[in-house]
């Protein structure tokens, strides 16, 4: 019945099959959000390690304590999925074959960026936070570079 239902509207509004280069119409991807939510995965890294336990027996220093640290790994674990779920937005929908060609190791760059999202979510490493901008950066270049634009990569201090 759907069949036919769809077969008399094409007969009574006929339309010309389209195509389109990407999931979305061009201009909504950009790897600034991913970068974005891994600057405050850094952020909150950098506020944990710095995070200083109370003195044995201030139980009120040590609620203190531990609610400021589970919101720190709260928004960490938050952010560190968003750029995640950004980049392999970008990665699935948004590359192509013919980036491949031009980039032979998108997959590794991408499958490597994805893996340190997972690594800055359960763990609390300054490495792999900075490792993880520095990978959104290399992506960032690749991105602008499939556009043939230059656009200065930008990082808050």
């Known amino acids: 019945m759907i069949k036919h239902l769809t077969s008399k509207i094409n007969e009574y509004f006929p339309a010309s099959e389209v195509e389109a280069h990407c999931d979305g119409p061009c201009g909504v991807y950009d790897p600034a959000s991913a970068r974005i939510a891994a600057e405050a995965v850094l952020s909150m890294t950098k506020k944990i390690l710095a995070l200083e336990v109370p003195a044995a027996g201030d139980a009120q220093g040590m609620i203190a304590y531990q609610n400021t640290l589970s919101r720190y790994i709260s928004i960490k674990e938050e952010q560190a999925h968003l750029a995640k779920t950004e980049l392999l937005v970008l990665w699935t929908d948004y590359f192509k074959p013919v980036h491949l060609d031009a980039h032979p190791d998108l997959h590794d760059v991408f499958w490597k960026a994805a893996k340190l999202c997972s690594a800055v979510k359960?763990?609390?490493?300054?490495?792999?936070?900075?490792?993880?901008?520095?990978?959104?950066?290399n992506i960032h270049n690749i991105f602008w570079g499939t556009k043939n634009r230059d656009v200065a990569y930008y990082t808050a201090s």
Do not use: R, W
Request: a negative charge; charged letters at 20%.
């Open 122 to 137: 359960v763990g609390v490493s300054l490495d792999d936070a900075n490792a993880l901008m520095a990978a959104i950066e």
